[in-house]
Structures are given as C-alpha cells and as structure tokens.
C-alpha cells in the first residue's frame, strides 16, 4: 500500500520545507516496510522547522526544557535533541511514549541484516515518491535527485535495549540498560591537508552511505528498543576556557523490535542514556579543529559507549 497524506490539499499548495533529519523506515528481508510502521513517531505531528514562516498547528508543538545551553524550547519534528532535554527525548525521541502502542513490532532473528532510512523533510511533506522506487532500491530519495542527503558530520550509532521481563516493548519507555552493535564513523584521510576527518554518513552532504548493520546472532531472544542516531558531537569553543562546550546534537528514533534466537547467553552490561550522552562522557565534545573536521583529536573515541561484537564489549574508535 501506498504511503499517503490526510493532508494532501495542504502539501499541494505549500513548497516543501527541509530541517535536519530523522530514521523513520527500516529494509529487512528483502523488502523496504511502511515508514513508520516499526518505528515509534515523534511529537510534534505537524510542526515544522522554527526558521520557516509557515504557519504551525500551535496545538502540536512539543516544548522541551530551556536552559542555558539549548535555548530552542519549541521544536518540530527534525529538530535536534540535546542531553538536557527530557530523558524520553534524549532515549527515543521527543514525546515517543505517546506512540508506542500505535507503532508495530518487528519481529526479526538474531544475526539478520537490517537496513534503515532517514527523511529530512517534516511530516505533512512526505511525499509517495520520496519513498517508493527510488533509485539503487533505498528507502527514501529526493526527487528529482536519487537520495536523501545528511547535512551534518557525525557518526551513526545502533544501541539494543532489552525489555525487562514481564513488560511489553510498546510500555517500555528504555529506562534499561543500552547496548551499542554498531557503529558507522570516521576516515582519517591524510592526503587531504585541509579537512582530513572525513565523516562517511556524512559524505560531505552528498549521497550518503547505506545504514545496513547486523544483529549479533548471540543476542538473546526476547523484545527490545532499537536506537539509530547520528551525532554532531558538541565542542569547545576557542577562547580562555570560561565559555561552556556547544552541545552536541542528537537526532534519535526507536524502532520496536522482536528477536528470535538460540543463544542462552545474556548481554553484557550497557549504558544508560541518557547519562551517556551527557558533555562530559566520551566522544560527546571535541577540540573546534575536530568539529571542523580539520584535525583528530588524540585518543578519540565514538560516543554512546563501548561497542558489542556478539562476544565481548570493545573501545569503540576510529580505525587510524
């Protein structure tokens, strides 16, 4: 079935309007599902970025925290999260629990491959041919060019967190411990004297890499939060160090899953998110020169915790 807008009307007369990004639409086995279908909604429904003069549904606007280092209280839909808005938005999203008995669950085996799509556009923008035949089967597209770019650097990051037993993954609002299984980061290209960090998610903003990773086979069975994000990682502003770092940015979803497996064995502790992403744990702020891409920081690591090879917990950092 054809992925289509209530608001049909609306998106004909009004020019797309293009914010920062968000997954919303996983390929497994052999085909590409509804977005949306396994991965939980965020709020606001049909608010759009802050820059644009449209006018916004003031009903569905969600308001995060203000404080001293994100001062963005109201946000649409692709707008980032920060590690001092609520612990739900930093988890999953913004307002995602509000979702989570409407979204389905995906039910896939341990060591399936999984691949997953981003949009940059806001909700009452999607369109049917930004989802379906698009060239080199991906996700999403935008026509009339043949994918959906990333607009900022950063790596991409999977965390698994296992439902407690006796709760539903459509209850579970990710409180538990977090376990990272992949990681898509950095090249360190020394021929390129000016910007040898090179971000493949990213890729300078053109066509971006594919996001496929697997599911270790010795994750055990049961019901999880499946976590993708790409990071902007926050940095320290030049000057006599009186200044407080930039936040990083996050741009968080869930997808609602349910493993089939033969393993016994249990997962390995995990974080917490979102003290994980808080400015001070690894890899959430860099030197100015990373930020631009302009040098590697020494002894830098991805952020989001150790990653989990399906036997033990490695340091996860760039291969140099």
């Given at each position: ?47 759009l ?30 707008n ?46 999607w ?13 999403a ?91 902007w ?7 006599d ?6 936040l ?15 393993s016994s ?34 002894d ?21």
């Amino acid at each position: 079935m054809m992925f289509r807008l209530s608001l049909a009307t609306l998106v004909a007369t009004i020019p797309w309007v293009q914010c920062h990004f968000t997954f919303v639409r996983i390929f497994h086995n052999g085909e590409w599902k509804e977005p949306l279908q396994y991965i939980r909604y965020l709020s606001p429904l049909y608010a759009l970025c802050p820059s644009n003069a449209r006018i916004r549904n003031k009903t569905n606007n969600f308001y995060e925290p203000s404080t001293n280092y994100a001062g963005m209280p109201e946000r649409g839909y692709n707008n980032p999260t920060f590690f001092t808005d609520y612990p739900e938005s930093v988890r999953c999203g913004r307002d995602n629990m509000a979702w989570a008995t409407k979204t389905d669950v995906l039910k896939i085996k341990a060591g399936d491959t999984l691949e997953v799509a981003h949009q940059r556009y806001e909700p009452p923008d999607w369109r049917d041919n930004q989802w379906y035949n698009c060239p080199n089967r991906r996700g999403a597209c935008d026509p009339p060019t043949a994918y959906m770019d990333i607009n900022h650097p950063g790596p991409f990051l999977v965390h698994l967190s296992k439902v407690p037993e006796g709760e539903d993954v459509r209850s579970y609002d990710g409180s538990g411990d977090w376990v990272k299984i992949h990681t898509l980061g950095m090249e360190y290209r020394e021929n390129n004297t000016k910007t040898p960090v090179f971000w493949i998610p990213w890729n300078n903003q053109q066509e971006p890499a594919r996001f496929v990773f697997n599911v270790p086979p010795q994750t055990p069975a049961g019901q999880y939060l499946m976590r993708l994000d790409i990071i902007w990682s926050g940095f320290i502003p030049q000057g006599d160090g009186t200044f407080p770092p930039i936040l990083g940015q996050m741009y968080p979803s869930c997808a609602q899953i349910e493993i089939e497996s033969d393993s016994s064995g249990p997962l390995p502790r995990g974080v917490r998110i979102p003290e994980i992403f808080s400015p001070n744990s690894t890899g959430m702020t860099t030197s100015l020169a990373m930020y631009r891409n302009t040098a590697l920081d020494q002894d830098y690591e991805y952020p989001g915790g150790p990653i989990w090879d399906g036997e033990k917990l490695n340091t996860d950092k760039p291969a140099v």
